[in-house]
């Protein structure tokens, strides 16, 4: 639908436009008013478009977002700082006092090996050179055996040792032949040098042990020897050890240096 409008100077041509909703302005010039047909003559050169308004028609639709910029590389990661130096070492502990001495032990031993001749003929007395007699017929019963400063062959002069013997000794009388033969003896108190032209030693004692012949009797002359165990003085036990000194405290570690870098973040706007 289209309606003029006229002013002092222009013509103007309101024009609707019903399927879109929009308002034409234009303008045009004339010279004449045809009363006839009650309408301007004019020339379609002489209109001009002014311009339209806007339409009463619903908003259009909103176009689509721009897509997501790119994300920025990570940061580098900071260089690691050097390792602290140790801590100085502690200081030793002091040394711990001395243990007091231990007490004495038991008596060691030592021995020494005689040859004799046995003496049944005789119960007392000097039993000769290279002998010894029992002071009973049953020799494990005797009480005391008297023993010649002088050996067996070869002959030896032992009072030197016979004079080391004393009470709580042992005195092994073992067949020469056989060691399933033999008589302990432990010494009851002092032997008794008899001085003479042959010296003996009165020795008293106590039946330890016997076997074999030693239990029935060593025959007249039968070869033995006399086995001397000495007692010696014993060491002592170690004493306690002192206790030890307490250790120094451990000196302490230098701290660690770090270096910390900000990582940097990149972001790309994305055009849309």
């Known amino acids: 639908m289209s309606l003029i409008v006229r002013d002092d100077n222009k013509r103007y041509i309101l024009d609707f436009d019903g399927s879109s909703g929009q308002l034409n302005v234009m303008s045009f010039s004339y010279s004449t008013w045809n009363q006839s047909q009650q309408q ?5 050169s002489d209109i001009t478009y002014i311009g339209g308004t806007a339409g009463g028609g619903g908003a259009g639709t909103s176009g689509t977002s721009g897509s997501s910029g790119i994300s920025g590389s990570s940061g580098s ?4 700082g050097s ?3 140790s801590g100085s070492s502690g200081t030793s502990g002091i040394n711990g006092t001395n243990g007091t001495s231990g007490s004495s032990g038991v ?3 030592s021995s020494n090996i005689f040859l004799y001749e046995a003496e049944t003929s005789l119960i007392t007395g000097n039993p000769g050179s290279g002998h010894i007699l029992w002071n009973n017929a049953t020799q494990i019963s005797s009480t005391q055996i008297n023993i010649n400063h002088l050996t067996d062959a070869p002959i030896i002069d ?3 040792f016979l004079s080391l013997l004393s009470t709580g000794q042992k005195v092994t009388i073992q067949d020469r032949n056989d060691s399933a033969n033999y008589q302990i003896w432990s010494i009851t108190s002092t032997p008794t040098l008899i001085p003479g032209v042959s010296n003996y030693w009165t020795v008293p004692v106590s039946l330890v042990t016997s076997a074999g012949t030693g239990t029935t009797n060593f ?9 001397i165990t000495a007692l010696s003085g014993t060491s002592g036990s170690s ?9 120094g405290s451990s000196g302490t570690s230098a701290s660690n240096n770090s270096l910390v870098s900000n990582s940097t973040l990149l972001f790309l706007a994305a055009n849309t």
């Not at 301007?40 to 379609?44: R, S």
């Not at 004493?239 to 250790?247: A, D, I, L």
């Open 77 to 80: 990661s900071g260089i690691s």
């Open 239 to 247: 004493g306690t050890s002192g206790s030890s000194g307490t250790s």
């Open 83 to 85: 390792s602290g130096s």
């Open 40 to 44: 301007y003559n004019m020339v379609l």
């Open 219 to 227: 025959a007249n002359n039968h070869e033995i020897f006399i086995s």
């Open 107 to 109: 008596n060691g031993q």
């Open 158 to 160: 032992i009072d030197i």
